[in-house]
């Protein structure tokens, strides 16, 4: 069954300042940059654009405000970052979610991409499913490959994919994410 509607994405919009230099510096080094590129950045503009070039309806928000706006259905989908769950002492993405879900709404969706790890997510039936990750040949450029994982993840959902779907084509666009600078070439 395919859902109808667009997926508004919230959040802040950022300017990320890329340089590159032939090897990662040493600690209070200097390196000449051998180019340097400008790129919008920010999780939920990010996201937006990932769902956008895959060909899903969306729209961004950079703030809320009083309004018809409350009164929009909440998500029942949580991402945790890898981050948060080792701050609050989860080693893998199946602790994390395991320990943190009776802390969400009930019949709630949490996802957690462990990077090289690949993700982990519980639905509302409380059974853990997991994707591998899907590493590209090469190495290129992984800012942004979570919000590109998120995003796909809900493109998937969105329209009516399982969520082990879900999460497997998630891990597979960010995958292919990592191949290549930016975002132009996840469609080809």
């Known amino acids: 069954m395919e859902r109808q509607g667009k997926v508004l994405c919230i959040g802040l919009v950022c300017l990320d300042i890329i340089n590159v230099v032939d090897k990662y510096p040493e600690e209070d080094t200097d390196s000449r940059c051998v180019s340097q590129r400008w790129q919008r950045g920010g999780n939920a503009s990010n996201s937006c654009t990932i769902l956008s070039i895959l060909g899903a309806p969306c729209a961004f928000m950079g703030s809320l405000a009083p309004g018809p706006v409350a009164e929009l259905r909440l998500s029942l989908q949580v991402f945790v970052s890898k981050d948060v769950a080792v701050h609050f002492g989860y080693q893998s993405a199946a602790s994390a979610l395991k320990g943190l879900y009776s802390r969400v709404k009930q019949g709630a969706v949490l996802i957690c991409a462990w990077a090289e790890k690949g993700a982990d ?46 999460l497997t084509f998630g891990c597979q666009i960010a995958g292919k994410k990592c191949g290549f600078h930016g975002y132009d070439g996840i469609v080809q």
């Open 121 to 166: 997510a519980i639905g509302p039936d409380g059974v853990l499913v997991h994707s591998d990750a899907f590493p590209p040949e090469k190495l290129v450029d992984t800012l942004g490959a979570g919000d590109t994982f998120n995003a796909s993840v809900i493109y998937t959902l969105s329209r009516g994919g399982t969520l082990q779907e879900a």
